[in-house]
């Protein structure tokens, strides 16, 4: 699986054996973990790479903090390749809040994404209409609410909010072969 170099951050495939641990209590003691790991969307993203649910663009890839190495979350996007698309989700551990490492991954995986156009051309994601800070993190990567609807979540009623952006079309000197 690919990995992806952010600003602070590197965006780093998660292992299956590392989910396989940390489902069950145990940290492998090669990783480092930024205080607050796991989170309870760190545990049902180490479900979904047990389960197989894993791919080379997409992840779910740890987000590790450059200076320490430390894992602050977590992000992936799940592939629709009928149709270029991909669904995004992403997780902070609580104490790392509000540094900007949300937007900075997703906006991180966002251009990775549309490097591989036949893959992806049009990344969505939805979200709580009330979770003010990661609709935030939606709109400071670019991307534009499309639609609302409200649907049983486990049992409760809750309202959503979609978001998307497609990839711009290609500049013209990426159109333009260069020379000979
Ligand atoms: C949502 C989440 C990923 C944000 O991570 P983060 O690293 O703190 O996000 P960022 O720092 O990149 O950006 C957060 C933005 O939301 C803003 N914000 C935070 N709480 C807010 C609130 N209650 N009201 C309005 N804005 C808020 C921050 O000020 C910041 O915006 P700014 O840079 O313009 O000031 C994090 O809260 C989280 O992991 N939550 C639990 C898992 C989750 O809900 N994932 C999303 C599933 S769709």
Same mark, same amino acid.
């Given at each position: 699986?690919?990995? =992806?170099?952010?600003?602070?951050?590197?965006?780093?495939? =998660?292992?299956?054996?590392?989910?396989?641990?940390?489902?069950?209590?145990?940290?492998?003691?090669?990783?480092?973990?930024?205080?607050?790991?796991?989170? &309870?969307?760190?545990?049902?993203?180490? &479900?979904?790479?047990?389960?197989?649910?894993?791919?080379?663009?997409?992840?779910?890839?740890?987000?590790?903090?450059?200076?320490?190495?430390? =894992?602050?979350?977590? =992000?992936?996007?799940?592939?629709?390749?009928?149709?270029?698309?991909?669904?995004?989700?992403?997780?902070?551990?609580?104490?790392?809040?509000?540094?900007?490492?949300?937007?900075?991954?997703?906006?991180?995986?966002?251009?990775?994404?549309?490097?591989?156009?036949?893959?992806?051309?049009?990344?969505?994601?939805?979200?709580?209409?009330?979770?003010?800070?990661?609709?935030?993190?939606? &709109?400071?990567?670019?991307?534009?609410?499309?639609?609302?609807?409200?649907?049983?979540?486990?049992?409760?009623?809750?309202?959503?909010?979609?978001?998307?952006?497609?990839?711009?079309?290609?500049?013209?000197? &990426?159109?333009?072969?260069?020379?000979?």
């Amino acid at each position: 699986m690919t990995e =992806i170099e952010a600003r602070r951050l590197v965006l780093r495939p =998660i292992a299956e054996s590392a989910a396989l641990s940390l489902l069950q209590g145990v940290r492998p003691p090669e990783l480092v973990f930024a205080s607050g790991y796991p989170s &309870q969307f760190s545990l049902e993203t180490m &479900q979904l790479v047990a389960d197989g649910h894993t791919s080379t663009h997409g992840g779910p890839f740890f987000m590790v903090r450059g200076q320490d190495q430390a =894992i602050v979350g977590e =992000i992936g996007a799940g592939l629709d390749l009928a149709n270029a698309t991909a669904q995004v989700g992403y997780s902070v551990v609580q104490p790392a809040w509000g540094l900007g490492y949300a937007t900075e991954a997703l906006q991180a995986l966002v251009e990775h994404l549309f490097t591989v156009p036949e893959l992806c051309r049009r990344v969505v994601a939805d979200t709580m209409a009330d979770h003010a800070a990661s609709r935030r993190v939606l &709109q400071k990567a670019g991307m534009t609410c499309s639609g609302r609807r409200v649907e049983d979540v486990d049992g409760a009623v809750v309202e959503l909010v979609s978001y998307e952006l497609t990839r711009p079309p290609p500049s013209r000197a &990426q159109r333009t072969p260069s020379g000979p």
